[in-house]
């Protein structure tokens, strides 16, 4: 599988983004999602995730009630969702899959297929 993650950029304190995730190379229902975001100097922490169909999904603590994480399986797609931004959100965004199924979806060492990151750069 390759993941393709884009949509991150410059902006301000309390602005919004969306960032996609475009699958290709397998089934894209087939494999639960998760977003992941590694600050400068720091290890990557998990951020949300989503069940294959969609059915479930799994939020940090520091980002419940400000991101949303969907999927589009017919378009091969994921997103996140980013309102209320605040600077210590500024990382590099990570997208990734895992076999439909498996528990523990917010454990790293669990996802199969990671795309290349997008930075996210919140100023105050």
């Known amino acids: 599988v390759q993941l393709q993650a884009s949509g991150g950029g410059l902006v301000q304190a309390g602005d919004s983004l969306r960032l996609s995730c475009a699958a290709s190379g397998r089934t894209f229902s087939n494999y639960n999602m998760g977003w992941f975001r590694q600050a400068p100097g720091k290890e990557r922490d998990f951020v949300a995730a989503?069940?294959?169909?969609?059915?479930?999904?799994s939020y940090a603590d520091s980002v419940k009630g400000r991101f949303t994480i969907s999927r589009d399986n017919p378009k091969n797609t994921g997103y996140l969702q980013m309102n209320s931004l605040k600077p210590e959100d500024t990382a590099v965004y990570y997208c990734?899959?895992?076999?439909?199924?498996?528990?523990?979806?917010?454990?790293?060492?669990?996802?199969?297929?990671w795309g290349q990151g997008t930075l996210v750069t919140v100023s105050s």
């Open positions: 989503i069940t294959w169909g969609g059915a479930r999904t």
């Open positions: 990734a899959l895992k076999p439909a199924g498996t528990p523990r979806l917010s454990e790293k060492d669990d996802y199969d297929y």
